[in-house]
Every structure is written in structure tokens, then in C-alpha cells.
T-cell receptor
Framework: ETGVTQTPRHLVMGMTNKKSLKCEQH?????MYWYKQSAKKPLELMFV???????ENNSVPSRFSPECPNSSHLFLHLHTLQPEDSALYLC???????????FGPGTRLTVL | AQSVTQLDSHVSVSEGTPVLLRCNYS??????LFWYVQHPNKGLQLLLK??????LVKGINGFEAEFKKSETSFHLTKPSAHMSDAAEYFC????????????FGQGTTLQVKP
């Protein structure tokens, strides 16, 4: 595997379910990001991790809970989501904050 | 305040004709600017970046962009469109290099007609 991978690619869940999105980067980067991409809206930065510490929480509801166990892996734990949370969730990584970000293919989430 | 404005939400060109996707920015810092492309159901791929070196930046797949400080613009061009160029294009500003917070434009959908 190369680059940034995300699993699953598609996820359908009910509002009472608990699920997790996984991101893995194979680039040796030290910063990782979660973005939300909704239709007709700019990408929204959700969380930033640098050296496994969260450095940004962009006013994201607590039903989204990130976890970064090491510099290569990033999770987004989901619980009691709302239909308006349906979106494409993108993971990205970079070397420090001074370089371009590399994106994964995204997880298409549908909340019923 | 930092902001990015993509002036066209949708651009349609014929295959083989030039492409122009327009982007204006506002930044109180010396900016880094990027263009990303997103094909359907795919993640974002970096096309090119400007980081205060040469003002004319060449990227992948024949794309290039020119940084014009006097016009606060960073328009993306390609001399000859290919069918595979049909995608969503994002102009992105990194106005503060110590936070990793990128500011994305709304995106421009490029349609390429045969």
C-alpha cells in the first residue's frame, strides 16, 4: 500500500449505531487531518493531529471522536450521528505543517 | 482575514481547447497556494503548489498556474483540455504555515466536451 488509505470506502449506519473510520498513511508523515466534504460546501477541517497530539478541534460535535494511536494511523469514532452528518470524510497527512497535504480516497458515509 | 474565492462554479470547454479556472485570494501573510483536483468518488490530488519561489508554477498533467500578487490571483491554466481532465478543482490557501489549516475554495467543476 502506498499513500493514504481509508476504510471502509462506503458506510451506511443508523442514528443509534457506533462505527469507526480508519485512515492509514504510508508516507512517514507526522501530521494527520480529518475533513468533512458535504455537497455544495467547501471542505471543512475537523481535526488536526501533530505527533499524535490533537492540535485542532474545529468546533466539531462530540458525536465525532478522533483517535491517533501512532503517527501512521488515525481513527474517527462515530456515535449517535444525525442525517446531516452524511458526507464524504477525507483523511490527509503531511510532513509538519509546512508541506502540502496528501489525501486519502475518503469514506462515503450515509446516516439513515 | 484569509479567504479563497473561485470565480466560476462550473466551466465547460471542448476537448483540445484551453482551460482557465480562476482563483482569487486574500491573506495577511505571504501565502502558500495550491490547486487540487478531485475525480468522482476519489480523494484530492495535488496538481501544483506555490510557495514564494517562481511565480509561474508547473504541475502535473500539463497544468500550470501563475501567482500574481498585484491581482491577488492564482489562476489555473492548461493549453489543451483532455477528456480525463473532467473533475472538480479546488484552489487552496495556506495563510498561516504553523497550523496546518488550509482554506479551500468552493470548487470549480470542469466539464470537457468531445
Amino acid at each position: 500500500e502506498t499513500g493514504v488509505t481509508q476504510t471502509p470506502r462506503h458506510l451506511v449506519m443508523g442514528m443509534t449505531n457506533k462505527k469507526s473510520l480508519k485512515c492509514e498513511q504510508h508516507l512517514g508523515h507526522n501530521a494527520m487531518y480529518w475533513y468533512k466534504q458535504s455537497a455544495k460546501k467547501p471542505l471543512e477541517l475537523m481535526f488536526v493531529y501533530s505527533l499524535e497530539e490533537r492540535v485542532e478541534n474545529n468546533s466539531v460535535p462530540s458525536r465525532f471522536s478522533p483517535e491517533c494511536p501512532n503517527s501512521s494511523h488515525l481513527f474517527l469514532h462515530l456515535h449517535t450521528l444525525q442525517p446531516e452528518d452524511s458526507a464524504l470524510y477525507l483523511c490527509a497527512s503531511s510532513q509538519d505543517f509546512l508541506r502540502e497535504q496528501f489525501f486519502g480516497p475518503g469514506t462515503r458515509l450515509t446516516v439513515l | 482575514a484569509q479567504s479563497v474565492t473561485q470565480l466560476d462554479s462550473h466551466v465547460s470547454v471542448s476537448e483540445g481547447t484551453p482551460v482557465l479556472l480562476r482563483c482569487n485570494y486574500s491573506s495577511s501573510y505571504s501565502p502558500s497556494l495550491f490547486w487540487y483536483v478531485q475525480h468522482p468518488n476519489k480523494g484530492l490530488q495535488l496538481l501544483l503548489k506555490y510557495t514564494s519561489a517562481a511565480t509561474l508554477v508547473k504541475g502535473i498533467n500539463g497544468f500550470e498556474a501563475e501567482f500574481k500578487k498585484s491581482e491577488t490571483s492564482f489562476h489555473l491554466t492548461k493549453p489543451s483540455a483532455h477528456m480525463s481532465d473532467a473533475a472538480e478543482y479546488f484552489c487552496v490557501l495556506d495563510g498561516s504555515s504553523n497550523t496546518g489549516k488550509l482554506i479551500f475554495g468552493q470548487g470549480t467543476t470542469l466539464q470537457v466536451k468531445p
